[in-house]
T-cell receptor
C-alpha cells in the first residue's frame, strides 16, 4: 500500500508553541500534499511539495521533503487554538494516475 | 465559489435498504473522487472519474457499491443493499484533470449510519 503514516497520531500543545508532524510513505512519488480536517468537515488542502523540492513555506506552515528517506514534515509555527484539527499527508505516485493516497492523520490539539 | 456540494449530510437507514449519495463538483473541475472515511481504515479511495468516465474503481469494496457520473456537474454513489459495516463518512472531491496531482477540493461529506 502507498498509504502514508503520520507521526505522532495525536499531539497536544499550548497556544504559541510550534507543532511538528511527520509523514512517511512507501513508494516513489510525484508530489506530496498536506491537508487539514476540522471535526465534521471535509479536508482542506494546505500545501503541495513536488518531489524535486526540499522545502516550502506558506504563511505559518513549513513543509520539508526528504525523498531519500521517504518522509515529510509539516511545521506549524506560533500555533493558535484555531489550528486544532487533524492533519493528513497525501502522496501522488509516479504512475501518472491522478489519485492521492492519504495517511492516517495526526490529531492536533492547541490549548488556549 | 460554491465548493463541492454533497447531499444528504446525514443518512440513517436500515440494513438492506438502498442508499444514494449525491455530489456536485466545483464548476470547471473534471476529475471527481469518492472517498470513504472510518476510524479503523482512515480515508479510502473508492472510485474516481476523469471527464465523467470512471478511471479506477478498484477501491469499490463490493458489487453492492456503484457510482455514476452522468454529466460534468453531478455524481452519485449507490449502495444496494446497505449493511451496518458500510457505516462511515463518504466524501466527494473534485480537481482539475490535466494537472496531475492538483489539489483536491472536498465536500463536507455524508455521514451514513446503517442499523
Amino acid at each position: 500500500s502507498q498509504q502514508g503514516e503520520e507521526d505522532p497520531q495525536a499531539l497536544s500543545i499550548q497556544e504559541g508553541e510550534n507543532a511538528t508532524m511527520n509523514c512517511s510513505y512507501k513508494t516513489s512519488i510525484n508530489n506530496l500534499q498536506w491537508y487539514r480536517q476540522n471535526s465534521g468537515r471535509g479536508l482542506v488542502h494546505l500545501i503541495l511539495i513536488r518531489s524535486n523540492e526540499r522545502e516550502k513555506h506558506s504563511g505559518r506552515l513549513r513543509v520539508t521533503l526528504d525523498t531519500s528517506k521517504k518522509s515529510s514534515s509539516l511545521l506549524i509555527t506560533a500555533s493558535r487554538a484555531a489550528d486544532t484539527a487533524s492533519y493528513f499527508c497525501a502522496t501522488l505516485d509516479q504512475t501518472g494516475a491522478n489519485n492521492l493516497f492519504f495517511g492516517t492523520g495526526t490529531r492536533l490539539t492547541v490549548i488556549p | 465559489d460554491a465548493g463541492v456540494i454533497q447531499s444528504p449530510r446525514h443518512e440513517v437507514t436500515e440494513m438492506g435498504q438502498e442508499v444514494t449519495l449525491r455530489c456536485k463538483p466545483i464548476s470547471g473541475h473534471n476529475s471527481l473522487f469518492w472517498y470513504r472515511q472510518t476510524m479503523m481504515r482512515g480515508l479510502e479511495l473508492l472510485i474516481y472519474f476523469n471527464n465523467n468516465v470512471p478511471i479506477d474503481d478498484s477501491g469499490m469494496p463490493e458489487d453492492r457499491f456503484s457510482a455514476k457520473m452522468p454529466n460534468a456537474s453531478f455524481s452519485t454513489l449507490k449502495i444496494q443493499p446497505s449493511e451496518p459495516r458500510d457505516s462511515a463518512v463518504y466524501f466527494c472531491a473534485s480537481s482539475l484533470a490535466g494537472q496531475v496531482g492538483s489539489p483536491l477540493h472536498f465536500g463536507n461529506g455524508t455521514r451514513l449510519t446503517v442499523t
